[in-house]
């Protein structure tokens, strides 16, 4: 027979482990939602969710993405490198070259910088998202409570589309850092409009050459409602 002691102490140890069994059964139910919703990151492209093999992250503020479910739903074609760790992509007369750890990265020939490097998580190399998106002529908006980054070919607001449209067709982003990507040639063009103001910007649009001798931005002879356009576009640039 157990003394009196003894059967306590087991009857105490048999609920605390019921209890325990309870609370393993439905741990995993209650916290799988809350780390998908913390760590996961959504992808949507005019409004149809991108699948993505592995989750994306956000690094230093920026937003990677495994780059094979992002560039081929941007109808873009896509090669990986193992040996080299580089990943290329070309849609159209676009060219993408980026180098896993690297911060110089490859776009129409041309040689700029990103602020966050490709990497490598889960052997799936993720790349910043913002850049890739700006690289194609895409319009970017990051829910930051939602965590989810929605691309736009063609945004609803139209004067805005328009902005997003010249900036990209000229190729602003060899020669400007816009969204923390770009070349050194001329200013950062984050925070611009509020640094030298709305008239300034569309005056310097108007005629570069007129308002700094020997700039070397070209006169595009842009007109009134494309120069609104692109500066409303500016506005959103960081």
């Known amino acids: 027979m157990l003394a009196t002691g003894g059967w306590s102490g087991l009857r105490s140890r048999g609920i605390l482990a019921l209890f325990l069994g309870l609370l393993a059964l439905w741990l995993p139910a209650a916290s799988a939602p809350a780390r998908a919703q913390v760590e996961g990151i959504r992808v949507f492209l005019n409004g149809v969710e991108i699948p993505l093999d592995v989750p994306g992250e956000i690094r230093d503020g920026r937003t990677l993405v495994p780059f094979r479910a992002i560039f081929e739903a941007l109808g873009a074609t896509v090669e990986w490198e193992p ?24 776009w129409r020939k041309s040689l700029i910088r990103v602020d966050a490097a490709p990497v490598i998580v889960a052997d799936r190399t993720l790349v910043p998202l913002r850049f890739i998106a700006q690289a194609l002529g895409l319009h970017v908006t990051w829910d930051g409570e939602a965590r989810t980054v929605y691309l736009e ?8 589309a328009q902005g997003v449209r010249i900036v990209y067709e000229k190729g602003c982003m060899v020669c400007h850092k816009i969204n923390g990507a770009g070349g050194q040639v001329g200013p950062n063009l984050g925070g611009v409009v509020d640094r030298y103001g709305e008239a300034w910007m569309k005056e310097w649009l108007r005629d570069p050459q007129a308002m700094r001798a020997g700039s070397r931005m070209p006169n595009f002879k842009f007109t009134e409602a494309e120069i609104e356009a692109v500066v409303e576009y500016l506005k959103l640039v960081d």
Do not use: H, I
């Open 83 to 106: 040996e080299k760790r580089v990943v290329s992509a070309a849609r159209g007369d676009d060219t993408l070259v980026l180098t896993v750890d690297s911060t110089v990265v490859e």
């Open 153 to 160: 070919r063609n945004p609803a607001d139209q004067q805005l």
